[in-house]
């Protein structure tokens, strides 16, 4: 029942800007932490950034002082703003959601179906 939608992908110039969001929608009790991962052709997925519903915020070394990553509970939706993208940002991008499901206390992992960022001149 649960979903995560991505949308905000695209293609942009070396130094252009895109703004990524993912809403959560379904049978779900509470939402702890939502983040950002990112997967390029023949590499191993990455984490981008991560916020916990505490409203803190962490990010790779790769993308500090470009990214950043911000949540609205009442929405169930977080969003990645990029800023001055470069080639090496190129990947599909993940959301992903650790929640927890009605009658459980456990935490779920659930991932969106993936966007596409291209960043090319």
């Known amino acids: 029942q649960v979903q995560l939608e991505e949308s905000g992908g695209g293609l942009v110039q070396p130094g252009g800007s895109l703004r990524l969001s993912c809403a959560a929608s379904g049978n779900i009790f509470s939402i702890n932490t939502m983040g950002w991962y990112r997967q390029a052709p023949g590499k191993q997925r990455e984490l981008v950034a991560t916020v916990p519903s505490g409203g803190s915020t962490n990010y790779a070394d790769s993308v500090k002082g470009r990214f950043t990553i911000s949540r609205d509970n009442a929405k169930n939706t977080v969003y990645l703003q990029m800023n001055t993208l470069k080639p090496e940002d190129t990947a599909v991008y993940y959301c992903?959601?650790?929640?927890?499901?009605?009658?459980?206390?456990?935490?779920?992992?659930?991932w969106g179906q993936g966007t596409q960022v291209t960043v090319s001149s």
């Open positions: 992903n959601a650790a929640l927890r499901l009605p009658g459980s206390f456990r935490l779920f992992n659930y």
